[in-house]
Nanobody, 125 residues
Framework: QVSLVESGGGSVQSGGSLRLSCVTS????????MGWFRQGPGAEREGVAT???????NYAGYVSGRFTITRDNAKKILYLQMNNLKPEDTGVYYC???????????????????WGQGVQVTVSS
Protein backbone atom coordinates (compact mmCIF):
# COMPACT_ATOMS: atom_id res chain seq x y z
CA GLN A 1 0.00 0.00 0.00
CA VAL A 2 1.37 3.39 -1.04
CA SER A 3 1.27 6.21 1.46
CA LEU A 4 1.94 9.93 1.20
CA VAL A 5 2.09 11.73 4.53
CA GLU A 6 2.20 15.50 4.74
CA SER A 7 3.57 17.48 7.65
CA GLY A 8 4.85 20.93 8.48
CA GLY A 9 1.59 22.82 8.35
CA GLY A 10 0.33 25.14 11.01
CA SER A 11 -0.78 28.66 11.74
CA VAL A 12 1.34 31.68 10.89
CA GLN A 13 0.91 35.39 10.47
CA SER A 14 0.94 37.07 7.11
CA GLY A 15 4.50 37.30 5.83
CA GLY A 16 5.61 34.21 7.69
CA SER A 17 7.05 30.99 6.34
CA LEU A 18 6.32 27.29 6.50
CA ARG A 19 8.00 24.25 5.05
CA LEU A 20 5.76 21.36 4.11
CA SER A 21 7.07 17.83 3.78
CA CYS A 22 5.57 14.81 2.09
CA VAL A 23 7.09 11.53 3.15
CA THR A 24 6.31 8.75 0.70
CA SER A 25 6.55 4.99 0.57
CA UNK A 26 6.81 4.96 -3.23
CA UNK A 27 9.01 2.09 -4.28
CA UNK A 28 10.56 3.91 -7.22
CA UNK A 29 10.08 7.50 -6.08
CA UNK A 30 12.47 9.10 -8.61
CA UNK A 31 10.23 7.93 -11.47
CA UNK A 32 7.18 9.77 -10.11
CA UNK A 33 6.11 13.28 -10.82
CA MET A 34 5.12 14.97 -7.60
CA GLY A 35 2.90 17.87 -6.72
CA TRP A 36 1.30 20.05 -4.11
CA PHE A 37 -2.34 21.01 -4.28
CA ARG A 38 -4.53 22.98 -1.95
CA GLN A 39 -8.17 23.49 -1.20
CA GLY A 40 -9.32 26.69 0.44
CA PRO A 41 -12.61 27.18 2.26
CA GLY A 42 -15.48 26.68 -0.16
CA ALA A 43 -13.10 26.25 -3.08
CA GLU A 44 -12.10 23.40 -5.34
CA ARG A 45 -8.73 21.75 -5.12
CA GLU A 46 -6.14 23.57 -7.21
CA GLY A 47 -2.58 23.00 -8.25
CA VAL A 48 0.05 24.93 -6.31
CA ALA A 49 3.33 23.52 -7.55
CA THR A 50 4.52 20.37 -9.27
CA UNK A 51 7.85 18.86 -10.16
CA UNK A 52 8.56 16.18 -12.72
CA UNK A 53 11.16 13.45 -12.94
CA UNK A 54 13.54 15.79 -14.74
CA UNK A 55 13.33 18.22 -11.84
CA UNK A 56 11.34 20.79 -13.77
CA UNK A 57 9.12 22.77 -11.45
CA ASN A 58 5.84 24.46 -12.28
CA TYR A 59 4.02 26.98 -10.12
CA ALA A 60 0.65 28.57 -9.99
CA GLY A 61 0.92 32.26 -10.74
CA TYR A 62 -0.27 33.32 -7.31
CA VAL A 63 2.64 31.56 -5.57
CA SER A 64 5.43 32.18 -8.07
CA GLY A 65 8.36 33.86 -6.40
CA ARG A 66 7.15 32.89 -2.93
CA PHE A 67 7.01 29.09 -2.96
CA THR A 68 9.68 26.58 -3.93
CA ILE A 69 9.05 22.92 -4.60
CA THR A 70 11.93 20.48 -4.24
CA ARG A 71 12.35 16.74 -4.06
CA ASP A 72 14.82 14.50 -2.28
CA ASN A 73 15.01 11.34 -4.33
CA ALA A 74 17.26 9.56 -1.85
CA LYS A 75 14.87 10.09 1.06
CA LYS A 76 11.70 9.89 -1.05
CA ILE A 77 10.48 13.19 0.32
CA LEU A 78 8.80 16.11 -1.39
CA TYR A 79 9.05 19.61 0.05
CA LEU A 80 7.29 22.90 -0.37
CA GLN A 81 9.01 25.94 1.05
CA MET A 82 6.45 28.69 1.48
CA ASN A 83 7.65 32.22 2.14
CA ASN A 84 5.82 35.50 2.46
CA LEU A 85 2.58 33.70 3.17
CA LYS A 86 -0.69 35.50 2.64
CA PRO A 87 -4.15 34.88 4.10
CA GLU A 88 -5.23 33.71 0.63
CA ASP A 89 -2.82 30.79 1.02
CA THR A 90 -4.98 29.34 3.77
CA GLY A 91 -6.26 25.87 3.04
CA VAL A 92 -5.58 22.18 3.20
CA TYR A 93 -2.46 21.22 1.29
CA TYR A 94 -2.23 17.84 -0.36
CA CYS A 95 0.71 15.92 -1.72
CA UNK A 96 0.20 13.88 -4.88
CA UNK A 97 2.20 11.49 -7.04
CA UNK A 98 1.93 10.47 -10.67
CA UNK A 99 3.58 7.55 -12.38
CA UNK A 100 4.15 9.70 -15.47
CA UNK A 101 7.68 10.84 -16.23
CA UNK A 102 6.53 14.34 -17.07
CA UNK A 103 3.38 16.40 -16.82
CA UNK A 104 1.59 17.63 -19.91
CA UNK A 105 -0.71 19.81 -17.79
CA UNK A 106 1.42 20.39 -14.70
CA UNK A 107 -1.17 22.05 -12.46
CA UNK A 108 -4.21 19.97 -13.34
CA UNK A 109 -5.60 18.19 -10.29
CA UNK A 110 -6.87 15.14 -12.15
CA UNK A 111 -4.96 12.12 -13.32
CA UNK A 112 -2.76 11.73 -10.25
CA UNK A 113 -2.12 8.24 -8.98
CA UNK A 114 -1.85 8.79 -5.24
CA TRP A 115 -2.88 11.43 -2.73
CA GLY A 116 -2.00 12.23 0.84
CA GLN A 117 -4.53 13.07 3.53
CA GLY A 118 -3.65 16.75 3.60
CA VAL A 119 -2.29 19.21 6.13
CA GLN A 120 -3.83 22.46 7.27
CA VAL A 121 -2.13 25.77 6.59
CA THR A 122 -3.64 28.86 8.16
CA VAL A 123 -2.35 32.36 7.52
CA SER A 124 -3.75 35.21 9.55
CA SER A 125 -3.59 38.88 8.67
Amino acid sequence: QVSLVESGGGSVQSGGSLRLSCVTSLYNYPTYCMGWFRQGPGAEREGVATIDTYNKANYAGYVSGRFTITRDNAKKILYLQMNNLKPEDTGVYYCAASSSLFLISPLRNTGWSFWGQGVQVTVSS
